[in-house]
């Protein structure tokens, strides 16, 4: 699987660093770009960021074209910044761009927003995503499988985007009946 993962200025940085590791364990071809607004958040959040593949402003990179092959793209985190150019096609970063393209081509395409609360803004942009076939996922972990360390909670996230993706993993315990 040929996958984009772009990790923006939204809070919860380790989301998108842990996802891009648990693709790579799991042998994907996994391609970062990463927003100028995270390298900020990071900053803050004293969080380490994977090398980035692309730079956000290039929008000759091949993700920003219908014609190049890739299967899916992951926003983790999202913004509302982001979230809001996706969907009203503001194509003018690279991240915006391909996510434009996964939804033209109908590739898979992930959003997990870390907000709260959502203003009724945010949440029509998650409804003009949805109605174009993208999936939005909340950073909202369970806590059925009991999480001991905030690591926990964050592979539970990662874990569910792994699932959308229908990669194979061991991040959390699943729910029993």
């Not at 194509?91 to 590739?107: C, D, P, Y």
């Not at 959502?118 to 993208?134: K, P, Y």
């Not at 950073?139 to 360390?149: L, S, T």
């Given at each position: 699987?040929?996958?984009?993962?772009?990790?923006?200025?939204?809070?919860?940085?380790?989301?998108?660093?842990?996802?891009?590791?648990?693709?790579?364990?799991?042998?994907?071809?996994?391609?970062?770009?990463?927003?100028?607004?995270a390298?900020?958040?990071?900053?803050?959040?004293?969080?380490?960021?994977?090398?980035?593949?692309?730079?956000?402003?290039?929008?000759?990179?091949?993700?920003?074209?219908?014609?190049?092959?890739?299967?899916?793209?992951?926003?983790?985190?999202?913004?509302?910044?982001?979230?809001?150019?996706?969907?009203?096609?503001?194509?003018?970063?690279?991240?915006?761009?391909?996510?434009?393209?996964?939804?033209k081509?109908?590739?898979?395409?992930?959003?997990?927003?870390?907000?709260?609360?959502?203003?009724?803004?945010?949440i029509?942009n998650?409804?003009?995503?949805?109605?174009a076939?993208?999936?939005?996922?909340?950073?909202?972990?369970?806590?059925?499988?009991?999480?001991?360390?905030?690591e926990?909670?964050?592979?539970?996230?990662?874990?569910?985007?792994?699932?959308?993706?229908?990669?194979?993993h061991?991040?959390?315990?699943?729910?029993?009946?």
């Amino acid at each position: 699987m040929r996958i984009l993962v772009a990790i923006t200025g939204a809070s919860g940085i380790g989301y998108g660093t842990r996802l891009v590791k648990s693709l790579k364990k799991t042998k994907q071809e996994t391609y970062t770009v990463i927003s100028k607004g995270a390298f900020l958040v990071a900053k803050e959040e004293k969080a380490t960021l994977p090398k980035p593949d692309f730079e956000e402003n290039n929008l000759a990179a091949p993700f920003a074209s219908g014609s190049h092959k890739f299967d899916a793209m992951v926003i983790c985190p999202c913004s509302l910044k982001t979230l809001g150019e996706i969907a009203n096609g503001v194509g003018n970063t690279l991240i915006s761009r391909a996510a434009e393209v996964a939804l033209k081509e109908r590739r898979k395409l992930v959003l997990v927003v870390r907000e709260t609360p959502f203003s009724l803004i945010a949440i029509e942009n998650m409804r003009l995503v949805t109605l174009a076939g993208g999936v939005i996922m909340p950073a909202c972990p369970g806590f059925y499988h009991k999480p001991k360390k905030v690591e926990d909670l964050m592979d539970f996230v990662v874990g569910k985007v792994l699932d959308q993706l229908e990669i194979q993993h061991k991040l959390f315990k699943r729910w029993k009946q």
